[in-house]
């Protein structure tokens, strides 16, 4: 059982930066592929981010790529999301998941744990 947290969701002008953390419980943070996820009001849960157990592979949607950059710090037992041109489509709840998947997890199905969220709104 891990149990995830997530920080570092605010307010932020479009072009804006905003970084991401997921804080992992237990010991075993390191075994699982980590994942960024977020859902706007109205919309269904969309990918975001995923990073392999040993970040040496990432993947993103579209939508965010060139923009986004997924990261994580095992010793720290952390994931984050860096995020930079910040556009207002991007307002959402983010959250982060984690499964023990042997490769990157692009769909919410193959997640087993997932934080509450944290708000990110862009403004116009």
């Known amino acids: 059982q891990v149990q995830l947290v997530e920080s570092g969701g605010g307010l932020v002008q479009a072009g804006g930066s905003l970084r991401l953390s997921c804080a992992a419980s237990g010991r075993t943070f390191s075994s699982y592929t980590m994942g960024w996820f977020r859902q706007a009001p109205g919309k269904e849960r969309e990918f975001v981010a995923t990073?392999?157990?040993?970040?040496?592979?990432?993947a993103y949607a579209d939508s965010v790529k060139g923009r986004f950059t997924i990261s994580r710090d095992n010793a720290k037992n952390t994931v984050y999301l860096q995020m930079n041109s910040l556009k207002p489509e991007d307002t959402a709840v983010y959250y982060c998941?984690?499964?023990?998947?042997?490769?990157?997890?692009?769909?919410?199905?193959?997640?087993?744990?997932w934080g509450q969220g944290t708000q990110v709104t862009v403004s116009s």
């Open positions: 998941a984690a499964t023990r998947s042997l490769g990157l997890a692009i769909t919410g199905r193959a997640y087993d744990y």
């Open positions: 990073i392999n157990k040993s970040h040496s592979n990432t």
